[in-house]
């Protein structure tokens, strides 16, 4: 490559909790630049998740991010070419790539949803993947799926 490296930018933490991993996920949901409203969605949908799971002992941010370890991939297919021939090689994902694509994930499906506001429609989407279920884990299962179907490719590993 010719040019460097760019560096990491350093993300601060989110004014209610301290979490970078909260900043980055308000970051990925934001729309041209409106952070507050994001930030806004976002409380609102763990209140809402809150008043979901009240017997849940765990508070709403921990709701929260065993919801985003329930749908992490660990593996995924990137089409590597050989020979004119196009093949799906599984390949693990990075610790930072893996939480952007959990986040884009939770965030993608939820904006699915029909209906209600943005902050219900995350609320539930983030009790489904907490319960392991719902269209991000299912994604998710997919993706593990698609890599075990094409593991004898494996050793065209990049």
């Not at 934001?30 to 508070?59: P, Q």
């Not at 075990?148 to 494996?154: C, G, H, Q, S």
């Amino acid at each position: 490559m010719r040019k460097a490296k760019p560096k990491k930018r350093q993300v601060l933490p989110d004014p209610v909790f301290g979490d970078v991993k909260v900043t980055k996920f308000v970051n990925h949901l934001m729309y041209d630049g409106k952070k507050n409203t994001a930030y806004n969605i976002f409380y609102s949908a763990l209140e809402i998740v809150r008043g979901k799971m009240k017997d849940e002992e765990k508070s709403p941010l921990e709701i929260w991010k065993a919801a985003l370890d329930n749908i992490t991939p660990q593996v995924e297919v990137k089409s590597r070419r050989i020979g004119g021939a196009t093949f799906q090689v599984p390949t693990e994902i990075r610790p930072d790539r893996k939480e952007s694509v959990s986040m884009k994930n939770l965030i993608l499906f939820a904006r699915k949803r029909g209906g209600k506001s943005m902050a219900d429609k995350l609320a539930s989407e983030i009790v489904d993947a907490f319960n392991s279920q719902g269209a991000a884990f299912k994604r998710k299962e997919d993706m593990h799926r698609m890599a075990e179907a094409n593991r004898a490719f494996a050793h065209f590993r990049f």
